[in-house]
């Protein structure tokens, strides 16, 4: 499969900080990514996705950013909150292949009140 | 509405017994995809169906391990002579034919 990494294992960040999620990836034709947030014992649940045409995205306090130069994208979270306490992963679809979606081994996001 | 289910929650099995986990997808999703994903790791593709396409098998790790979706609706995936290495959490997700995703809780399943 191709390679998506994560730099940071693990995150702690203090809450109403901002956090900073960063995501590797290997393959310059993967044209899709989405972002996975996974509490304990849930299955991962969409945050907000990006396409290749597109260097930035913005949610409900969620910035995602593409750098298709450096093949690397990042999950910001503004006023980050207990709640945000999770894994998340960062996930890529080469060419619109909705067969297959390559998942990084994810990075636990701790937040301290 | 409801989400993905997935049963049962957990299952404890011995080393070479069969198992069979169960998915139940968000009604009308023609998509449906089974994962693994094992301690502290991302998620390995295991199989996808879509509609009434022959399925996307290209993930299964051998095989004994199999999946079938009957009527375009419930999933089981079943593996065979189950070994220790087959420990992990098996994920379910269907979707509507785009991108997205909707992940069920996951099965966890403990080969002794």
């Known amino acids: 499969g191709e390679s998506v990494g994560l730099h940071l294992p693990t995150l702690s960040v203090q809450e109403g900080d901002n956090s900073i999620i960063n995501c590797a990836y290997s393959n310059s034709a993967s044209d899709y990514f989405i972002w996975y947030k996974q509490e304990s014992g849930k299955g991962p649940q969409f945050i907000i996705d990006?396409?290749?045409?597109?260097d930035k995205r913005q949610g409900q306090r969620v910035t995602v950013l593409l750098n298709k130069t450096v093949k690397h994208l990042s999950l910001q979270i503004a006023a980050t909150q207990p709640g945000d306490s999770a894994v998340y992963f960062c996930a890529e679809n080469i060419e619109h292949n909705f067969n297959k979606f390559y998942f990084g081994s994810g990075t636990k996001l701790n937040v301290k009140p | 509405g409801a989400g993905v289910s997935q049963s049962p929650s957990n299952k404890v099995t011995e080393k070479g017994k069969d198992v069979e986990l169960r998915c139940d997808p968000i009604s009308g999703h023609t998509a449906l995809y089974w994962y693994r994903q094992s301690l502290g790791q991302g998620l390995e593709f295991l199989i996808y169906f879509q509609g009434n396409s022959a399925p996307d098998k290209s993930g299964l790790p051998s095989d004994r391990f199999s999946a079938e979706r009957t009527g375009g609706s419930v999933s089981t995936l079943t593996i065979q002579r189950t070994q220790q290495e087959d420990s992990a959490v098996y994920l379910c997700a269907s979707s509507p034919g785009l991108a997205k995703q909707f992940f069920g809780p996951g099965t966890r399943l403990t080969v002794l």
């Open positions: 990006i396409r290749s045409n597109m």
